[in-house]
């Protein structure tokens, strides 16, 4: 029996490990158990530790009702979730960690696996966030990992490039983008009951996280962007940003500004619900990878705001511009445009791989060879 313990930071990675661990759980010989982070038990952010598929083994931990938006709490809540996580590792002995993406949180079960000499498996890494301090986290994570799926080949090479062996390296796509495609495609008459909005309207779907390199920015950023919605005169949903310090101010001017009968302001989606927003949203507005990611499967434009996504590899659905109203309107008239969307009509997602999730957890979970795995060497 392979015992893999699994690190959830919250709702920005439950979609995209869902198709892998639901793969890895369908063998006899795997043993799944999901440490959820702190955040995932907030009720700011939803209490989304329930939104985990039944019949995961998720390791019980106390509920914490309040995380201050500080850099002082982020970090004593990243303390202690290493110690937390060391305590699991301890108790569940497992053969391996698999961990995703970039958060800071995500940190933790990396840092607290080092002393145990287990290999650690990282989805998503060598990707390029300059206005984001996930790019200092990401690579880390990368370096003290053993095993590295990603998401386009650029950032495999790009991992080949910071030492790591190539046999360590396997370009996978995003498999949960074609889970997403796949889910119910409901009629606009349900959906709109659900967000309470009429969804045939022209509806923006609006995220923005605070970038905590320009975090002296985050109340005129907001403000700019919530002038340029009001001013182009369509309905919006909103959607909630990370835990990221500025979040505080993000949600109260959001709240405020919802009160008004056409916006609505969400904590999070189910599948369902989001792959259909997707659907029938008219544009994409803000600053969150799920733009440059998933809204690409579906043929949405995207208004990317500021730097915060800067580096990475951006679909031709994408509009860049900066957190000026003037920008934003022109951003999303350009959106609007049937010109821009013809444009879209033959685009393909670039981090969509035919690449089977047999395949994919096969090199998770091969027998290597622990020395092989653990001793890494470096390539000049």
Known sequence: MKKILVFSVARSDLDRYSPIINQLRKSKNIRITIVASTIHYLGIFGKTFKNFDKGIIIEKRKKIKFLKDSPVSLVENLSKEINFFSKIIFKRQPDLILVLGDRYEMLAPVVATIPFNLPIVHLYGGAVTKGAIDEQVRHAITKISHLHLT??????????????????????????????????????????????????????????????????????????????????????????????????????????????EKYRFFKFFTKEVYSNLLRNCSCMIGNSSSGIVEAASFKLPVVNLGTRQEGKIKPKNIINTNFSKKEILSAINKALSKKFKFALESMRNPYERNLSLDKICKFITNNYDKKRILIKKFIE
């Not at 909005?197 to 996280?209: E, Q």
């Not at 919006?236 to 940003?241: C, D, E, Q, S, W």
């Open 151 to 260: 998401a386009h080949q650029k950032y495999s090479d790009r991992i080949i490039k910071m030492g790591e062996e190539k046999w360590r390296v396997k370009t996978v796509g995003m498999p949960d983008l074609l889970l997403l495609k796949r889910q119910r495609v409901m009629r606009t008459k349900e959906l709109s009951k659900i967000i309470k909005l009429n969804i045939d309207n022209k509806t923006l779907l609006v995220t923005l996280h605070p970038a905590v390199l320009e975090i002296k920015n985050v109340k005129y950023q907001i403000q700019i962007l919530l002038d340029a919605i009001k001013e182009s005169g369509y309905q919006a949903i909103f959607t909630y940003p990370n835990s990221d310090v500025g979040n505080t101010i993000i949600i109260d001017k959001i709240k405020k500004f919802c009160k008004k």
